[in-house]
């Protein structure tokens, strides 16, 4: 398993990455103090997990996740800040992050947000203690009609089966697909597939 750590502040850097190695076996963990260095990591080397500090320098507040997932589509993304969630969770959420979580959080807390992220789920905690957990089944973010033609797609009904049974278009079966993938985070139906069984069951 692949971290890429984004963070300014080298005390930061090397705690989280101790935190880290001591949690997982098997962790290589790239280290990147400006999101120059960032991009060119992620360019280099597939990541399963980018810790991304929102106020990484050279980077672009409101294009960041744009920017890493423009090389690397299916790169998930927890934001890394001692900023208040509470205030800027939603704004990275929309923006496609997968996580928020606070510097200031407890250890244990910091390590729900990497593992829930991982597993493919999401993670939004509050500051300053009393951490909130939020892993969300993504499952849980399809429309009935959406997850409907999800369960048809990882059975292995092509568009136009799909399309002559459900009575639409191809192009609307197409568009369900598309948001399929786009909520769920994959790029394939293979990795939907994978993804669509492990919240089912």
Sequence with gaps: ????????????????????????????????DSFYETLNLVKDIEFDLLLLDINLPGGDTDTMI??????????????????DED??????????????VNKLSSE????QAVNAVLDGGLFFGNSLG???????????????????????LVKGEGNLEISNKLGIGMSTVSTY???????????????????????KN
């Design 130 to 152: 009393a951490p909130s957990v939020k892993s969300i089944n993504p499952l849980e973010t399809l429309s009935a009609r959406e997850l409907e033609i999800a369960g048809m």
């Design 108 to 111: 244990e807390t910091i390590l």
């Design 1 to 32: 398993m692949k971290i890429l750590l984004a963070d300014d502040h080298s005390v930061i850097r090397q705690g989280v990455s101790l935190m880290l190695r001591d949690a997982f076996d098997s962790l290589e963990i790239e280290q990147a």
């Design 87 to 100: 205030q800027y969770g939603l704004r990275y959420y929309q923006a496609g992050a997968q996580g928020y």
């Design 66 to 83: 744009a920017d890493v997932r423009g090389l690397q589509s299916d790169l998930k993304v927890l934001m890394f800040s001692a900023y």
């Design 177 to 199: 697909k598309s948001r399929i993938f786009e909520k769920l985070g994959v790029t394939n139906v293979l990795t939907m597939a994978e993804k669509y069984w492990h919240y």
